[in-house]
């Protein structure tokens, strides 16, 4: 397909016949092996660059010289999110998924936690029931570095244009967006997107109205009224829980520096710390809860927003630090998870506690309000 015919082609993930020039592209780029030779070899040999870069080459040549699909990298990746669960977590669940059609194409809107491991951790879940999974949705702010641009695009990614801010240009990078998701869903692609732009960094998960009027943007086109063209979107909400938040004190550090000095600009590099250390750190049980598709409340985008929310509050699946910070210390039957929890906030430095501790509470808190339950035994 020429670039002519393919209107998408500036954003949209990299298809079959485009997977091994990338592949290459990524072999040959001195920043991504000397980052898998950091992470993989001895720091003696990663030490010596040409040492380390000839042997990391070599390897790569070897088990990515017989990739020559969207599928066979899926299927790497699957391996590699294997071991990462192992490694990090206690064990991930789902609920929600055996009621969905394992043919039907849907638009996951999940609340977002963890810039990578959020959507890795949805396909996950898609792949253990047969399911194809999504095409991801990321902000053209983690593509600053060039191999991050590969990876995200070999990974079935497709970018949405944060960086456009002239109205004018703003306004046609929603509408290419707005119909490319469409586009996609019509053939049969799932979609995942978060909630609203950024993560939750103080654990209140609210969906941004601005997000559902861009998907209306195609619908507009098509003359179709808001409800309608929601329906046909099969709207999917998503709760997603970790009993240990991802970079909880790179959170509540950029949380605190907003308090104490108005804003926060992040440093160069910022959101690929972040990454490593979200695929890094232990993250203990985390669920995925998947709803119904969105049927009714879906009149206007502030309705469907509330819509969306309240699954994703109602059916947020509550750890006992969630508990313990929400003060519902009797819900907590499992004294090991109460230390294990107590240890981890005693590493958080004092000025950021009450931050971590909100940011823990708050799922706890707005669940309550909306099912008016008080504290009560649950695990």
Not at 18 to 34: G, K
Not at 187 to 203: L, P, T, V, Y
Not at 249 to 256: C, G, H, R, T, V
Not at 308 to 333: M, R, T, W
Request: aromatic content about 8%; overall charge neutral.
């Amino acid at each position: 397909m020429s670039e002519l015919e393919d209107k998408y082609a500036d954003i949209r993930p990299y298809n079959d016949d485009e997977v091994a020039a990338s592949l290459a592209r990524l072999i040959n780029d001195n920043a991504f092996i000397d980052v898998i030779a950091k992470y993989n070899l001895p720091r003696f040999i990663s030490a010596m660059p040409f040492i380390a870069r000839t042997l990391v080459r070599s390897q790569l040549r070897k088990k990515w010289g017989k990739f020559t699909s969207v599928e066979d990298v899926q299927n790497e990746v699957a391996k590699y999110l294997d071991k990462l669960i192992k490694r990090t977590t206690s064990k991930v669940t789902f609920s929600g998924l055996d009621k969905l059609d394992s043919q039907q194409a849907y638009l996951f809107i999940s609340n977002h936690r963890d810039i990578v491991l959020d959507p890795a951790l949805v396909n996950w879940g898609l792949y253990q029931h047969k399911m194809k999974t999504v095409r991801i949705a990321i902000g053209d702010n983690l593509l600053q570095i060039p191999y991050i641009t590969e990876l995200m695009r070999l990974n079935k990614s497709f970018i949405v244009k944060r960086s456009a801010k002239a109205p004018k240009e703003m306004l046609k990078a929603l509408t290419q967006l707005s119909s490319y998701i469409y586009d996609s869903l019509t053939a049969g692609n799932s979609i995942w997107i978060a909630q609203k732009e950024g993560r939750a960094k103080d654990g209140f998960d609210q969906t941004d109205p601005a997000l559902l009027k861009m998907l209306q943007l195609n619908g507009r086109k098509q003359k179709k009224e808001f409800g309608e063209y929601i329906k046909e979107l099969k709207i999917v909400p998503v709760s997603i829980s970790y009993q240990y938040e991802p970079c909880a004190i790179s959170k509540a550090k950029e949380l605190y520096h907003k308090q104490q000095h108005g804003e926060y600009v992040k440093s160069e590099g910022e959101d690929i710390a972040s990454i490593v250390e979200g695929f890094s750190s232990a993250k203990g049980h985390v669920h995925l809860a998947f709803g119904q598709p969105v049927e009714s409340g879906c009149d206007d985008a502030d309705e469907l927003a509330q819509t969306i929310d309240k699954h994703i509050v109602e059916s947020f699946y509550l750890h006992p630090g969630n508990y313990i910070a929400g003060g519902c210390k009797q819900a907590v039957i499992d004294e090991p998870d109460t230390a294990t929890f107590e240890q981890r906030l005693a590493l958080v430095p004092e000025e950021l506690k009450p931050l971590v501790l909100a940011m823990y509470a708050k799922p706890f808190q707005r669940k309550t309000e909306i099912t008016n339950k008080v504290c009560e035994q649950s695990h």
